[in-house]
């Protein structure tokens, strides 16, 4: 009996130790919450808010942890839009990697949230506020980490550059990336980039996958208007604005683009099928193997492997009418296309006129489409998420994607910086909230993907972790 005893404690004692290995030490969790709530509750949404009360915030922490004032820069397209930009100099033997995140988010209505969406709360086991998700934990989490370095004395074999960036969330003159990279390139050139969007994949609270993106999608955004002479509400017809878009955007409802892998992607389902369980396991190998009736199956299983398999459309964006009383002279809407890497434009745009099938409805690209190539899959970069992950959590692989959405990544590729979107937050299959009510983060998922990060960053700087 004592001998059992005594191997269970050891048991124990050794399952502590590989917990307590995923966690930072007291102090740098302290600092990283307490970042991550500053920048939480800065209003910085896209619309309404400003990026640059965030990059001040985090200019003044640099310089109070010995930064010098010569290697931060603040600034940007616009006076409310700035970006923030801090330079850790290693011995230069390598050309510099890039840590990107933004700090613009999409924003949120207190009346839709069951709590304030811009003050940072913990609650049960979780952080909430708009942008504990996308991006403020990967910024609060690249900063704190980059103190902690200069506080060890940690000398890189690379110049570490953070740049925490405005406007990924809608684009436009004010993007950060976009800016950068045309005006102070200097300031963020570098041999690869980490960013967001690649995160860990759970189920009910066990570990799938920790993915690492190397491709997204691109976005179009339609505005679809129908236009007419309009009159008054007692004597109505048949050619009614709204009846026509309405119409419109039912076809759309009901329409679907063509099921398809590219490369990455069936890597992805590949590696998906010796994780997953059953009948889908099947699925997910006959897919990649190309059996198109597998593929209906696996894209009506889950919304997140019908995105990553098609081009997606979908109406975001309501207006029509100008009184109660009046036929509508004008209805609009604005259809949010995002689009596999491979799938041209013009494609898109064609087969959507098709779709809606009335001459009535009128539809315009709002702004320029932007799409970058995929990234190398890099073995070093391989090797090294890898080797983290299995460190912190073994047994959980290291799956390519393609991101469903869209990210800064793409201006990057397309200058030539292989980017990389990486973070080491897990996040339930079935529950991830970004945009949407009562974003969230787990606290664990939080403190785990920053000793992740700091691990991945150590190791692809010339100092293997632990």
């Not at 898109?348 to 006129?353: C, E, N, P």
Request: hydrophobic share 40%.
């Amino acid at each position: 009996m004592l001998h059992r005893i005594v191997l269970l404690t050891l048991a124990c004692a050794a399952t502590a130790a590989a917990q307590d290995r995923t966690m930072p030490p007291e102090r740098e969790r302290a600092l990283a919450r307490e970042i991550y709530k500053e920048m939480v509750e800065i209003k910085s949404g896209y619309t309404t808010g400003a990026t640059t009360p965030v990059a001040e915030a985090v200019a003044r922490r640099l310089k109070a942890a010995g930064f010098p004032a010569a290697d931060i820069f603040v600034g940007g397209a616009s006076p409310t839009k700035a970006n923030l930009v801090v330079r850790y100099h290693g011995t230069g033997r390598r050309r510099p990697i890039l840590l990107l995140a933004h700090t613009d988010v999409v924003e949120a209505k207190r009346e839709d949230w069951n709590m304030d969406p811009y003050t940072f709360t913990e609650k049960d086991g979780y952080f909430y506020g708009r942008g504990t998700g996308d991006d403020k934990s990967q910024a609060a989490v690249w900063i704190a980490n980059l103190i902690r370095y200069k506080r060890e004395g940690f000398t890189p074999d690379r110049d570490i550059i953070v740049a925490l960036t405005a406007d990924e969330e809608g684009g436009g003159p004010y993007n950060g990336v976009a800016w950068l990279l045309k005006n102070r390139r200097e300031l963020i050139d570098a041999e690869l980039a980490l960013n967001e969007d690649g995160w860990g994949e759970s189920v009910n609270g066990t570990r799938l996958s920790n993915d690492l993106q190397v491709s997204e999608k691109y976005v179009i955004n339609y505005r679809l208007e129908v236009r007419n002479k309009g009159g008054h509400s007692s004597l109505p017809v048949a050619d009614n604005a709204i009846y026509h878009l309405a119409g419109a955007l039912d076809r759309l409802g009901r329409f679907g683009f063509p099921l398809k892998p590219n490369d990455v992607t069936r890597a992805y389902f590949r590696a998906m099928a010796n994780i997953e369980k059953g009948a889908i396991s099947a699925d997910l190998s006959a897919l990649a193997a190309g059996d198109s009736a597998a593929m209906g199956r696996v894209a009506l299983a889950s919304t997140g492997w019908n995105a990553t398999l098609r081009t997606t459309c979908v109406a975001t964006e309501l207006e029509g009418g100008h009184a109660k009383n009046a036929l509508p002279q004008l209805a609009a809407a604005n259809v949010n296309c995002r689009v596999l890497p491979e799938d041209a434009v013009d494609y898109v745009t064609s087969t959507l006129r098709g779709v809606f099938a009335d001459t009535a409805v009128t539809m315009r690209i709002e702004g320029t489409p932007e799409r970058g190539p995929a990234s190398p899959l890099r073995a070093d970069l391989m090797s090294a998420v890898s080797a983290v992950t299995t460190s912190l959590w073994p047994g959980v692989p290291t799956v390519p994607m393609m991101v469903m959405g869209a990210t800064d990544g793409l201006y990057l590729r397309a200058a030539g910086i292989p980017t990389y979107g990486i973070q080491g937050f897990f996040y339930d299959r079935d529950d991830i909230r970004f945009h949407g009510r009562d974003e969230r983060l787990k606290v664990q998922s939080f403190y785990e993907g920053q000793t992740f990060l700091y691990e991945l960053v150590k190791r692809l700087t010339g100092a293997p972790s632990a």
